[in-house]
């Protein structure tokens, strides 16, 4: 199946600091992209829709200016957790739509994730 | 408002067919079924989707009621591998968000 991949798979930051993830689909054009959330024992959250050249749509409740997406290419989107806090420690998840040769329509291609900690 | 219903946790022998229910009362005609697992600490991986009628391929089948308001995935043999949590959601046509209920912890036993 197609592949999306994520970088960091891990990163501990100090508090107040940014970090930024990395999405990339690997092997197929992905026109549209998307950021989940994933606390400890939970379900994933979505967290913001992301098409290559547009602005990201966040969903309700999830802060853009703290969580700034760009989606620069049709193979990138990058999550930028912008003065981070202990509370926005989490499992960070990137998924991808694209043409990849797929029936499904809504089938979506998942990056392995970011574990992030803010200490 | 949930979608979908899902038991919180089953367990299955290895080697045995794992049926794992969901319940979609609420599904409108244009809505389809899709069928996503996550191993601990990985990314969901997609299993299956259909829309009315039943569905095969290299991973599952998935069987879903002539009223639609129910269906089963089902892992033919499972494996120690296949331990994971399955999430059961219902989206329609050409809506492009996956919204993830609680699933479904499955735990395949020795």
């Known amino acids: 199946g197609a592949v999306v991949s994520q970088h960091p798979s891990r990163v501990i930051c100090k508090s107040g600091t940014s970090v930024k993830i990395e999405c990339r689909s690997l092997d197929f054009q992905a026109t549209t992209m998307f950021w989940y959330r994933q606390f400890p024992k939970q379900s994933l959250m979505l967290m913001a829709t992301?098409?290559?050249?547009?602005?990201?749509?966040?969903e309700q409740g999830v802060e853009k200016d703290k969580f700034l997406i760009n989606h620069a290419s049709l193979t990138l989107s990058t999550l930028t957790v912008t003065s981070a806090h202990p509370e926005d420690s989490s499992f960070y998840i990137c998924?991808?739509?694209?043409?990849?040769?797929?029936?499904?329509?809504?089938?979506?291609?998942f990056g392995p994730g970011t574990r992030l900690t803010v200490l | 408002d949930a979608k979908t219903t899902q038991p919180p946790s089953m367990d299955c022998a290895e080697g045995r067919a794992a049926n794992l229910p969901c319940n979609h009362s609420?599904?409108?005609?244009?809505?389809?079924v899709y069928w996503y697992r996550q191993i601990h600490s990985q990314g969901p991986q997609y299993i299956i989707h259909g829309l009315k009628n039943n569905e095969t391929n290299e991973m599952a089948s998935l069987i879903i009621t002539e009223d639609r308001k129910s269906s089963t995935l089902i892992l033919p043999h499972a494996t120690l591998r296949d331990t994971a949590v399955y999430y059961c959601?219902?989206?329609?046509?050409?809506?492009?968000?996956?919204?993830f209920g609680t699933g479904t912890r499955l735990t395949i036993i020795p």
């Open positions: 998924s991808a739509r694209g043409l990849a040769g797929r029936s499904s329509y809504n089938e979506q291609f």
């Open positions: 992301s098409n290559e050249g547009s602005k990201a749509t966040y």
């Open positions: 609420t599904i409108s005609g244009n809505e389809y």
């Open positions: 959601i219902v989206e329609g046509f050409g809506n492009e968000k996956l919204t």
